[in-house]
């Protein structure tokens, strides 16, 4: 059951950091609640003060410019993102990642701030912003800053986020050319959490034969989203080959660290780890190749 | 616990409800407002049959706070036939059997409506991924796949 | 092929309107006046002594009328096995023992559901926890912890069933296989969860709302607990969100709920969580099956041996029956020479295990056709050419069991067969498996003890043309009403619209033992039949009066039209008729009973529906991923009555039955469910579901009315084994062990890439 709280509707990021400061640590922000809601009715989070930022205007938007790259506010929503004509343009792997995102119905309400400050080693969109080298603003009353979305995960739900501090938007450099984002996740029923999943994000050199740049980011094997750093550095100025993705993909099942739950054994995930790897990999290179410039 | 003021919309209806900030959105509906024919299945926001129409879209009125309503618009399964008709959509769930134990149904009918809101003529895929959300356990879905084409196919247009 | 007027002819369900305008009203949205609510206390812990109970916090909160626990009850253990009173050994509300985890010990009434279950925090149970044990092979061991005292071992009911030689059988066989499966568990998942309203009225009344499959049982269950006189209590159940199997037996919400009405005077709701659904509501019985087969090489079958043990939980619940049917419909749908089963059902400290949509049949025909394709394998025969050598055939008896006569089977073949061969070539990593099954259409047994007709009807024609229809039986979404008002309207020769329904309200219907056991159709749909022919046969006296026809004529109503057989022209309105007819009879509205009971039908069933299920699958050679891609089935119902409902249940029927084979499970640590959500546990959804192809064969069954058998459940057997033998012929890799899961898929193929490097 949801326990009694001071119910307080904010209009303005001011407001809400106001509001913040005030109810020190006995507070929650609720945006879309989506994942709020249902660890306050089985009473595993009781705030005393519940804060609404749903209805703020200046959280909710979707910015595009052409050298600087993509904003989108907090309180945006998971469909706002899925049927942005400006993403689909840029960053068409977003709307992949949003169209297989629980339900329809969730996606109508909840938001990506929400998401990532949730911090469910799960998520969907945690693995995809990093492999698209995002980076988020905070705020609280005294000062504003800006993280790689990389360092912003700590641990099972669980975020730098200080008390006080509201997360105000993510950032999406541009996409240098050359360069494809891929995502995948595996999962028994569709749109469902993935048992694991991974982001793979490759930019190649002017020739389009060699790797500049490569990300591989692994969801739901770990406590937070993680980079396959070693398995990268595999890849870094090398052409694709069978045998090199093999071992990229052998390199990204021991970086994780996977737990065993009634879903999947941490075999399983690892080796679901490796199966991805390579399909994302192979997949980002080939799509890649196609970019312009 | 104070109650707050709650001003909402449903069905072209205007409310003025004094409820506590705890209730959720389908508390309010089924108990002080007595539209029971929206249900609850779960506690995990997993099972949609609580589906309603908020400003337009379909959300889970299990997962809303009744005071993140406030000022909205909402549209219920009792809000679906006007003036004693029964909605293309629900003329084609009859027609085509797309119910059983009815209990999913509201929530079913409700995503329905909202696709054909956007999509005139979804394709059976984007049907299903329109219905994801909403599991029922008796149907197998398919008769349901069937009755949304049909009004998606023009077999229901509004009579003059 | 019959043309009839009424029945096979696509008609809005009955119920339709109400349900799609959300004005359906189910026990979930009852709400009376002074109302309370109820939350229940359960224990955490697998099996353990319930030392005290101390209530006097949680009665001190305020906004808290009440709390009950096992010493308010009469002390009384009660089941549905009312015939053997050994196997009646269930209290609901636990005085000094608890044996699962989520058994019932209090209940608290308060003035909301939150102050309902912060009272629960406040009742102080002082427990002294007991040994338990999990699986049945461990429990039946010596030694393991015992969980009632009259069960020597944990075991709780053993089944046995024999026909021929089957050691001799073995002997004159040319090959032989012995394969182990082990059949998980499932969770019927009623979008409806559990609940009840009980009101208990000063003048020591009992009238209880509750979404149930028979009301019949419940009010006989809850006063025979309660103590109270049979027809002092009432059950009222109009709409019911969901069965398949689990709202039969009389459940926590219903007792307590009751409990606490009769204390506080003020009606008491108690609605189950749905995590309180998955821990605390009864589920299918795992079990471990074996199965030995002795065939001759041609693909003849000649022996079968089938041992079993199922997992029962802490009571009997409806447990004994799923034992007999999966040993009795092993040997479905084929002709054995001779074949032998031996199934024990074990006490586990788990939550009870009892009836899900098969009954035992889901199980033993996963098993069963999975063995089946792995012979014809081994012996180069295709997998419809051995089932077709073997089928069933009209009068075919199965040695002291049970008479088949209506039987399709061999059409159901042939139709699957013709939709295998147009699939031509199937892409790589695909693979079609078939199963076929044959199902009951009335479960016999009377283990309840009931004195009453199996079902009954009665009818009342009004001025107006109006019939009422008043029957027993319990719509959950199947469509019996709209399958009883169809077979009464084409019996009595009026049109749907004129059938007024009256069921779901002990105080006003005719007994019926309730949706169960696939019985509506054929055992509710008989009495309607009887009623409504004699109605009619009073109305057609009132006919053949005013017309004068000929002594040699005989008269008929179709389509409100009463009329001479051989001259139809000739005849007058059914309205007409009707309002002279009453007039003659002194003013009496038309009145009319029906009935009926199985006699002399064998053990089972008076009849037997059959089918064959052809899934397509594709198996992802990196992940194990399995995708539905088609299924096919053709299925023998007998006559069809409405055909609407038939096909959705067949949809339904296989969306269950392939969660069953590769989605749904309920993994247990220690006696506790670890998926009690609909996040973890995982149904079918829209985007799960393929395409699927429905072929009716028609048949006529005598048993029936109008030719008619069951549809719906027997659907839910084969669906497991053909998707596991579309994996077998994508994969080469067998699994049997359900669900069959992407991660065994590996293993399994690990396991062969390393059998092979041997």
Not at chain 1, 19 to 36: M, P, R
Not at chain 3, 126 to 152: N, R, S
Not at chain 3, 352 to 365: C, E, H, K, V
Not at chain 3, 549 to 569: F, G, M, Q, S, T
Request: aromatic letters at 8%; charged letters at 25%; hydrophobic letters at 35%.
């Amino acid at each position: 059951m949801i326990r009694d709280f001071v119910y307080s509707k904010a209009k303005t990021v001011k407001e809400t950091l106001d509001l913040l400061k005030e109810f020190k640590e006995n507070n929650k922000i609720i945006c879309g609640g989506q994942s709020l809601l249902i660890l306050m009715r089985q009473g595993l989070v009781a705030p005393a003060n519940l804060i609404d930022i749903k209805s703020i205007e200046e959280l909710s938007y979707i910015n595009f410019k052409p050298k600087i790259g993509l904003k989108i506010g907090a309180a945006t929503t998971h469909s706002e993102i899925e049927k942005s004509s400006i993403i689909k343009k840029h960053y068409s792997v977003l709307i992949d990642m949003e169209k297989n995102l629980a339900s329809n119905q969730t996606r109508n309400w909840g938001t990506i701030g929400g998401n990532l400050a949730h911090a469910d080693p799960a998520g969907d969109p945690g693995p995809v912003f990093i492999a698209l080298n995002a980076a988020v603003k905070m705020a609280n009353k005294e000062r504003e800053r800006t993280i790689p979305l990389e360092e912003f995960f700590i641990d099972y739900f669980e975020t730098v986020l200080e008390d006080g501090e509201l997360l105000l938007e993510v950032q999406l450099p541009v996409v240098p050319p050359k360069t494809a984002t891929v995502y995948e996740k595996f999962n028994i029923i569709k749109n469902d959490q993935g048992i694991v999943s991974v982001a793979a994000s490759i930019t190649l050199d002017e020739k389009g034969s060699s790797c500049r740049d490569v990300r591989i980011v692994l969801g739901a094997a770990a406590s937070i989203p993680i980079r396959a750093k070693k398995a990268e550095k595999l890849l870094i100025g090398q052409k694709l080959n069978n045998g090199l993705l093999e071992k990229i993909g052998k390199k990204a099942s021991k970086e994780a660290d996977p737990v065993a739950d009634i879903h999947a054994t941490e075999e399983y995930r690892r080796y679901l780890v490796e199966a991805l790897t390579k399909r994302m990999v192979r997949k980002a290179w080939e799509q890649a190749k196609t970019q312009a410039r | 616990m104070e109650k707050q003021l709650l001003r909402i919309t449903v069905n072209n209806e205007t409310h003025e409800l004094y409820v506590k900030p705890k209730r959720l959105l389908v508390e309010v509906l089924r108990d002080e407002l007595e539209l029971t024919g929206t249900k609850r299945g779960c506690n995990t926001g997993a099972c949609c049959v609580c589906t309603v129409l908020l400003n337009g879209v379909p959300v889970k009125s299990c997962s809303i706070l009744a005071m993140q309503a406030d000022g909205t618009e909402v549209t219920t399964v009792e809000g679906l036939a006007e003036g004693g008709k029964l909605s293309p959509i629900q003329r084609s769930f009859l027609d085509h059997g797309a119910y059983q134990c009815g209990f999913c149904t509201s929530g079913m009918l409700i995503s329905a409506t909202a696709l054909m809101e956007k999509n005139k003529n979804p394709t059976k895929k984007q049907i299903r991924e329109a219905i994801h959300g909403n599991i029922c356990r008796c149907t197998g879905y398919n008769s349901i796949i069937r009755a949304i084409k049909a009004v998606a196919e023009g077999k229901y247009k509004e009579e003059g | 092929m019959k043309k009839y007027t009424v029945i096979n002819t696509p008609i809005h369900n009955i119920d339709g309107i109400a349900k799609v305008t959300g004005r359906a009203e189910y026990a979930f949205d009852i709400k009376l006046p002074h109302m309370l609510y109820g939350k229940i206390l359960r224990s955490p812990y697998p099996h353990a002594k319930i030392l005290k109970i101390n209530t006097k916090k949680a009665e001190g909160l305020t906004g808290v009328k009440a709390v009950v626990t096992g010493k308010d009850t009469l002390g009384k253990k009660q089941g549905i096995w009312r015939r053997f009173k050994e196997l009646c050994d269930e209290e609901i509300l636990a005085r000094s023992r608890v044996r699962y985890i989520g058994e019932p010990v209090a209940a608290v009434a308060a003035v909301d559901e939150d102050t309902a279950e912060e009272a629960l925090d406040l009742i102080e149970v002082k427990y002294e926890p007991l040994q338990a044990v999990f699986e049945p092979l461990e429990a039946i061991k010596e030694g393991a912890p015992q969980l009632h005292e009259h069960a020597e071992r944990n075991i709780n009911v053993t089944r046995h069933i024999e026909w021929g030689d089957v050691d001799e059988g073995f002997k004159k066989a040319d090959y032989i296989r012995e394969d182990w499966f082990r059949c998980s568990s499932q969770h019927h998942v009623c979008m409806e969860t559990h609940n009840a309203v009980a009101s208990f009225t000063h003048d020591k009344k009992l009238t209880v709302w509750t979404s149930t499959q028979s009301h019949y049982y419940i009010q006989v269950l809850l006063s025979w607990i309660l103590g109270m006189r049979e027809n002092d209590v009432r059950v009222i159940s109009r709409y019911t969100g969901g069965g398949f199997g689990s709202k039969f037996e009389l459940d926590s919400a219903q007792f307590c709920s009751s409990l606490l009405s009769m204390k506080l005077f003020k009606p008491v709701k108690i609605t189950l969580t749905r995590e309180e659904e998955f821990m605390a509501t009864k589920r299918r019985t795992p079990m471990f099956y074996y199965l030995r087969t002795g065939v001759k090489k041609d693909g003849t079958f000649i022996a079968k041996e089938g041992r079993v043990f199922t997992e029962g939980g802490a009571y009997t619940s409806m447990g004994a029956t799923a034992l007999y049917l999966t040993g009795f419909f092993q040997a479905f749908p084929y002709v054995w020479p001779s074949y032998r089963y031996d199934g024990y059902r074990v006490y586990t400290n788990t939550a009870p295990t009892s009836a899900m949509r098969g009954f035992g049949a889901p199980q033993a025909t996963f098993c069963a056709e999975t063995q089946i394709d792995l012979i014809a394998n081994d012996l180069g025969i295709d997998p419809i050419e051995i089932r077709r050598k073997n089928a069933m055939y009209p009068g075919y008896e199965v040695p002291g069991q049970a008479t088949i006569q209506s039987c399709g089977l061999s059409q159901c073949l042939d139709k699957v067969e013709k939709w295998i061969k147009s699939r031509k070539k199937l892409p790589p990593n695909r693979g079609i498996g078939i199963a076929a099954y044959g199902f009951m259409s009335g479960g016999i047994f009377n283990w309840f003890d009931t004195p009453y007709a199996f079902s009954s009807a009665v009818i009342q024609i009004n001025i107006d043309g109006k019939v009422d229809l008043y029957i027993g039986s319990q719509d959950m979404g199947q469509g019996s009403n709209t399958t009883m008002a169809m077979i009464c309207a084409e019996e009595l020769g009026v049109q749907v619209e004129d059938i007024r329904l009256h069921m779901g309200d002990t105080e006003n219907c005719p007994v019926d033992l309730g949706a169960w056991g696939s019985r509506e159709t054929l055992m509710q749909g008989n009495a309607v039949k009887m009623a409504a022919a004699k109605a009619k046969q009073q109305i057609i006296e009132y006919a053949a009066a005013k017309l004068s026809p000929n002594i040699v004529y005989d008269l008929d109503i179709k389509d409100r039209w009463v009329h001479l057989i051989a001259r139809p022209e000739r005849g007058l309105s059914y309205y007409d008729v009707v309002k002279e007819a009453i007039r003659g009879k002194d003013g009496l509205p038309i009145i009319a009973r029906g009935h009926y009971t199985p006699h002399r039908k064998g053990m089972i069933s008076p009849a037997y529906s059959f089918g064959v299920q052809a899934v397509e699958a594709e198996v992802d050679p990196d992940t194990g991923k399995i995708t539905l891609k088609n299924c096919v089935t053709a299925h023998d119902c007998g006559q069809v009555i409405n055909p609407i409902g038939v096909e959705g249940q067949l949809e339904g029927a296989m969306a269950m039955a392939a969660g069953y084979g590769f989605t749904e499970d309920l993994p247990m640590d220690e006696g506790k469910i670890l998926n009690p959500n609909l996040v973890d546990y995982k149904v079918l959804r829209a985007t799960e579901m393929p395409e699927t192809k429905v072929i009716e064969v028609e048949t006529y069954e005598p048993e029936g009315p109008f030719g008619a058998k069951e549809a719906g459940e027997g659907l839910t057997n084969p669906t497991a084994g053909a998707l596991g033998n579309a994996v077998f012929h994508a994969t080469g890799l067998s699994i049997k062990n359900l669900p069959i899961t992407p991660e065994k898929i590996l293993e399994a193929l690990k396991e062969k890439k390393r059998k092979k490097k041997k």
